[in-house]
């Protein structure tokens, strides 16, 4: 009971402090489509270059692949806690802008119903809007200005619950339903002489997803152990609404509205097809080398904005975690030490020039105690460039830091009385 309580308080304290925590995020293309989508790894996976598809971890939820749940410790109750915190610089050819974010980047947890199935839930955010546009234009025929400032904020959040399930000794399967929901928010302020319009848009989002997976694994292939993975997620259809309000004031006059609507339907908003395969290969105990492959088919995805279109997005991963030995005796030895690399396509195309993502990254996994089956605590570091500064774009040179902890409970271990 004392751990329980003490976990409760960790993740209850760390909540409150991270909505407390300043925050200045903010990324020019989270102004298209739902915003920038968040990477939502768990435990050490952000550390192996954003792979997992085919990774098997007794003391970590895998969120890339359902199927990889049965294999977390039997008889145990895992839960998870992720915060992240990013520093960016942001630049064009003029000019630069430098940004700090702070984030709880996940929550859940993990347990087993069955010897064969096992099951987690839990909430991510699904994609973050943040943005920041000033534009001044001389008024044609005239001496003044138009002076207008845009803001975005919001995004969408996902609760998920996942199932996997072991169909024989090397074959797993699993699926997880999700609901997204949430809304974006947009305020237009617009100068001109002594008068100002306020435009305001909220847009509001809900829908579900259905991603499944499998797992095989076969000895003395690659390595001591090597396990492929397969994920396939259908189409999502998020329906909204939107509601608009503007008002108009003069200097020193009240505000006169002009504009009030509600519940205004949307166009449904399509996320794609995706599918994803991966290797997960143990050699010598010691070494696991994970290569991922995903592509997201959003070319077939609609967009009413003729600004930016969709192509289809590939993400290639691979990674490596080396633990030198497994005497539990010897604290260092029994670190986790990780790396990757990770590369995605991205699907904007902004004046003819893709938005891509390179990034590495380093991690370490420490065990909370000398026991085989322990708590965990990840520490990943990444550094990344998103975006180019060709044709008058911005590019975003990132690092990014991530402590997950992977608090494993016996909590369905009969007791026993000597």
């Known amino acids: 009971m004392k751990k329980i309580l003490f976990s409760f308080l960790i993740v209850t304290y760390t909540s409150v402090f991270i909505a407390k925590a300043q925050s200045d995020f903010s990324s020019p293309y989270s102004l298209f489509g739902l915003g920038v989508e968040n990477s939502n790894y768990f435990g050490g996976f952000s550390a192996l270059g954003n792979t997992g598809i085919a990774s098997k971890n007794l003391f970590s939820i895998n969120k890339s692949n359902p199927a990889s749940i049965t294999s977390i410790a039997s008889n145990s109750f895992l839960y998870e806690l992720g915060l992240s915190s990013t520093f960016s610089n942001k630049e064009t050819v003029n000019s630069s802008q430098k940004n700090v974010d702070l984030n709880v980047s996940h929550l859940a947890f993990s347990f087993q119903v069955k010897d064969y199935w096992k099951m987690n839930f839990g909430l991510v955010p699904y994609s973050k809007v943040s943005y920041e546009i000033d534009l001044i234009k001389p008024v044609e025929g005239s001496s003044q200005y138009l002076s207008t400032s845009i803001t975005g904020s919001g995004g969408i959040n996902e609760v998920f619950w996942g199932n996997g399930i072991k169909l024989g000794k090397n074959l797993s399967v699993g699926f997880e339903l999700s609901a997204l929901f ?13 008068s100002t319009a306020t435009i305001t848009n909220s847009k509001n989002y809900f829908g579900f997803g259905l991603n499944t997976g499998l797992q095989y ?6 390595g001591t152990q090597t396990t492929f993975g397969a994920t396939f997620s259908i189409p999502t259809y998020l329906s909204g609404t939107e509601d608009q309000t503007a008002t108009k004031s003069f200097s020193g006059s009240s505000e006169v509205e002009i504009l009030n609507e509600t519940d205004i339907d949307l166009d449904d908003y399509d996320l794609p097809l995706k599918v994803g395969f991966g290797i997960s290969s143990i050699i010598n105990k010691k070494l696991t080398v994970n290569v991922d492959y995903k592509k997201n088919y959003w070319s077939d995805t609609y967009t009413s904005n003729n600004t930016y279109k969709y192509q289809d997005q590939e993400i290639y991963g691979a990674g490596v ?11 260092w030895n029994n670190l986790k030490y990780r790396a990757g690399v990770n590369y995605n396509t991205g699907y904007l195309i902004l004046s003819k020039q893709k938005i891509d993502n390179y990034a590495v990254s380093l991690g370490v996994g420490i065990p909370l105690s000398k026991s085989i089956y322990t ?29 997950n902890l992977s608090l494993l409970g016996n909590w369905f271990q009969k007791r026993k009385i000597f």
């Open 182 to 194: 949430g809304n974006i928010d947009e305020t237009e302020l617009v100068y001109i002489g002594y």
């Open 217 to 222: 694994t076969i000895n003395n292939i690659f």
């Open 321 to 331: 975690e080396y633990q030198p030995t497994q005497n539990l005796n010897t604290f």
């Open 375 to 403: 708590s965990m605590i990840n520490i990943n570091y990444s550094y990344g460039k998103e975006g180019t500064i060709n044709n008058k774009l911005i590019q975003d040179n990132y690092h990014k830091l991530s402590l």
